[in-house]
């Protein structure tokens, strides 16, 4: 079953506006983390930000923000003020902590493309 | 600190040949994990390290064989190489495998394509 569903393949932003990347999961462990990663064209994989599932407020980093409904089991993505380099592949991951003795993995989704118009 | 390393960057293989793909990390992450990317999949754990000499198989560890003999490194072994195992792999590290806090840091990537 699909744990982390990311329903834009593809996403355009004028340049200088905020665009939100939508990522749902769905877990029944009550500790987790989501994670967000940027691949550039370059093809390297950017860790972004990240946000506990006990975290009482949206993580932020800088331009980047996590609008986090745990109910909704959603943790999308804000960037604001886009810049031309922020057209990349954006993938959300969750690590769940794992109900038994072993060790917790890493899931992700199938990443959204975003691309900034100038 | 060089991060995450991987070698090759690119690597072109003939069905049936066997090849190693090599990581290496200089952050003394317990925490070591393989896994593959293909176009509208993602990335899928292969197999994955929680310290050395203990590994276990992820999501899709057939065709690979992977040994975790130092903290440091972490290689990933095709044994009989096939046209499905045409892909681009990443190797990542974290902290610990033990808590859903840690992140995990990723390596450049090795490009194989099998023919």
């Known amino acids: 079953a699909q744990k982390i569903t990311q329903t834009q393949p593809g996403m355009f932003v004028q340049e200088k506006e905020a665009v939100t990347l939508d990522c749902t999961y769905d877990?029944?462990?009550?500790?987790?983390?989501l994670f967000w990663y940027k691949q550039p064209s370059s093809g390297e994989m950017i860790f972004l930000i990240y946000?506990?599932?006990?975290?009482?407020q949206n993580a932020t980093e800088g331009r980047y923000s996590l609008n986090f409904q745990k109910a909704r089991k959603s943790a999308n993505l804000v960037i604001s003020a886009s810049q031309l380099g922020d057209s990349a592949m954006y993938f959300c991951?969750?690590?769940?902590?794992?109900?038994?003795?072993?060790?917790?993995?890493?899931?992700f989704g199938p990443g959204t493309s975003l691309s900034v118009i100038p | 600190n060089a991060g995450v390393t991987q070698t090759p960057k690119f690597q072109v293989l003939k069905t049936g040949q066997s090849m190693t793909l090599q990581c290496a990390q200089d952050?003394?992450?317990?925490?070591m994990s393989w896994y593959r990317q293909d176009p509208g999949m993602g990335l899928r754990l292969i197999h994955y390290?929680?310290?050395?000499?203990?590994?276990d198989q992820g999501e899709v560890p057939n065709g690979y064989n992977v040994s975790r003999s130092t903290t440091e490194d972490f290689p990933l072994r095709l044994l009989s190489a096939a046209p499905s195992q045409t892909s681009v792999y990443f190797c990542?590290?974290?902290?610990?495998?033990?808590?859903?806090?840690?992140?995990?840091?990723f390596g450049p990537g090795t490009r194989l394509t099998v023919l």
């Open positions: 390290s929680v310290g050395a000499g203990i590994t």
């Open positions: 946000q506990g599932s006990y975290d009482q």
């Open positions: 990542a590290s974290s902290t610990t495998g033990a808590h859903y806090t840690d992140t995990q840091y």
């Open positions: 877990t029944s462990d009550p500790s987790y983390g």
């Open positions: 991951a969750m690590r769940e902590a794992g109900l038994k003795t072993s060790y917790d993995k890493v899931i």
């Open positions: 952050m003394n992450h317990e925490y």
